[in-house]
Structure formats: C-alpha cells, structure tokens
C-alpha cells in the first residue's frame, strides 16, 4: 500500500485516477488529502521562493524565483538523459544562457534577437530534451521566453538580475545533482552531441519548435504585439512531438484560455480590492490540483491576468491574452503544415512524428 509520503510525490494526473478508481474509502480519503497538502505545500514554497528572490534581487527579479521555483520542481524527477555530473554542468550552462541572452536579446534590434533567441533556445533543447517525452521544454524554453518577457531596463536590475540567476542555477543543479547521482545513465555529454542529427525525427523536432518560437516572437516584436511570450507559449504548447496531441491542444487551447479568462475576470470583480492579488495564488493551486490540459490552460490564466491587469487594466489584459492565445495557436496549426511539407519535400517522409 502506498504510504501518505509516496502519495504526495504524485502529480494531480497520477493521483486524480487512484481517486476515482480506488474502492476503498479510507485510501480514498488519503490520496485525497495527499493532493491537496501536496498542492498546498508546493504554493507555499513557490510563494517563499519568489518573495526571497523579489525581496533580495528587486521586483523586477522576482521571475527569476519563479524560473528557480518551476525548475526545481522539475528535476527533482526528470533529468536529461545523460551523465549525473554531466547533467549538473548542463543545468549550469542553460542557466548561464539565462544570464546573457533573454537580456541581449531584449535590448537589440527583433531581427537580431531572433537569431540569439534560436541560437539560444537551440542549444537548451538539444542539452535538456534528448528524452523528449520528458518534455524538459515545457520547463526550460519555457523560462527563457519568461526571462526574456520580463527584462529589466537598468544596469543595477540587471546585475541584480545575474547575481540571481547564478543563485537559482547552483540551487536547481544542486538538487538536481542530489537526487540523480545515483542514477546510472547510459549516455554522456559526447553521446547527445553525436546524436544531433536534421534528418533524425529527435533533433528534427527540437529545431521544428525552437525555429517556430523564434518566427512568432520575431513576427510579435516586428508589429508591437502586446505580451507577445503569451503567443509564444501558446505555440509551444500545441507544438507536442506527437501528431495527435497537437490536434487536441489546437482544438482546445484557445476556448478554455476564454472560460480561464471569464472565471479570472468574475473572480477578480467580486473579490475586495485588497484581496485581488490572491487571485493568482488560487489558480496555482487550481493548476495543481488539475490533471487535465484544458483546465491547466485555464487556470494558468489567473497568474498572467494577476501580472497583466495592472499593466493594461482588465479589459484589455483579458482581450490581450486571449488574442495571443488565438494568435500562437493559429500560428503553430499553420506552422506545422508548412514545416512537415517541408520535410516531406526534402528527405521524402515526414520523419518527425513518433519521437521518443
């Protein structure tokens, strides 16, 4: 029987299914308490994090906590698919692409940031995403466009800004390190390197997402389009390694970022003044405890809308973020067709689906 402590390591996916499908009341009730203490203690330790790293490194760094606080909860599971050590100068290196090029690359001109941005972004998934059913994108592409959204605009905000990503880096690699250097893995650095092959459906795929993120960003910064990363989540979101999964994110993405949006902008009416920023802590705690795509999508509104209102105030923060959702999910379905027609041209089969 699997204890409380074990219960709580599962995620909402795994434990939701034990829920429903276990007859015994007693373990109901725990898998039960296991979901929500785990999602309780998770937003608390998030909440500690970002409010160490925001009083410590400025506002402006706050996000930095929250690259820190996504990563840790990450790789204390996953890893990537070579070498502990290795790995662990892995981490390293991505942090230290976090510290250079999200800020170069929002002080130049978008047609120049492109190209650090792909370069960038390139090198995290070929370094994190050798297994890519572990989706370490989701966690790492996903923290670049984050610290490339919210740039800071000073010289102080971005030493400050170093100082805590080098901080977040040795706390993530070292967690990291600490519960994966028991683990044996077959491969070393020098494997993932020879592995990187453009007719091979893995490195295929990884430049598939990376060059689709850039072409968005590019065409969002080139015509001023607000909150442009929220485009670019919603491409990498529906760009999934499998065919199928695209087709049930393009379908579902943008109408559960409206219910989100609805339930934010009800939520946030009826909640006093000094309460609205609370908000964005129930949806953390929404996104934890849900086990499904759509409602993830969903709550993941409440956070984005609890930065975005006070930027651009509630109507338009709402109309923003659903505009952006339609734009990087029309964008990505017209994207992949282009990309595996290309691909099909050039080698004589679309090679891409089925990695892992």
Not at 31 to 48: D, E, G, Q, R, S
Request: glycine share 8%; proline share 3%; net charge positive.
């Amino acid at each position: 029987m699997m204890s409380f402590y074990e219960a709580m390591q599962l995620g909402a996916v795994n434990l939701k299914p034990l829920i429903k499908d276990t007859e015994d009341n007693k373990l109901k009730k725990r898998y039960i308490v296991a979901l929500i203490v785990k999602n309780f203690l998770c937003l608390l330790f998030c909440m500690i994090v970002v409010t160490f790293f925001n009083n410590v490194f400025g506002s402006d760094n706050s996000i930095v906590g929250v690259v820190t606080v996504i990563a840790l909860l990450t790789f204390r599971f996953s890893n990537l698919d070579f070498k502990t050590t290795q790995s662990t100068i892995a981490i390293l290196g991505i942090f230290a692409i976090f510290i250079v090029s999200p800020y170069l690359a929002s002080i130049v001109h978008p047609v120049l940031a492109s190209i650090i941005n792909f370069i960038s972004m390139m090198a995290i998934v070929i370094l994190s995403c050798h297994n890519v059913t572990l989706s370490n994108q989701s966690t790492l592409v996903l923290s670049y466009l984050l610290l490339y959204g919210y740039h800071v605009d000073d010289v102080n905000g971005y030493i400050n800004r170093i100082f805590a990503l080098i901080l977040g880096g040795i706390i993530v690699s070292g967690i990291f390190y600490y519960k994966h250097i028991k683990v044996n893995f077959e491969n070393s650095f020098s494997d993932i390197i020879k592995d990187i092959d453009f007719s091979k459906p893995r490195t295929k795929w990884q430049l598939k997402l990376v060059l689709g993120i850039t072409i968005i960003i590019l065409i969002g910064e080139l015509v001023n389009l607000p909150r442009v990363i929220w485009a670019g989540f919603a491409f990498m979101s529906v760009m999934q390694p499998d065919k199928e999964k695209i087709q049930y994110r393009v379908k579902r993405r943008c109408p559960f970022t409206i219910i989100g949006s609805l339930m934010f902008v009800a939520l946030y009416l009826v909640i006093p003044e000094g309460y609205k920023g609370y908000v964005g802590i129930i949806g953390g705690l929404m996104v934890g405890a849900s086990g499904m795509y759509t409602w993830q999508t969903s709550f993941n509104c409440f956070g984005a809308l609890s930065a975005a209102v006070p930027i651009f105030g509630l109507h338009w923060a709402i109309v923003i973020r659903i505009v952006d959702n339609i734009i990087g999910v029309v964008y990505g379905k017209v994207y992949n067709k282009i990309f595996d027609k290309v691909d099909e041209k050039v080698f004589g089969e679309n090679t891409i689906m089925g990695v892992g």
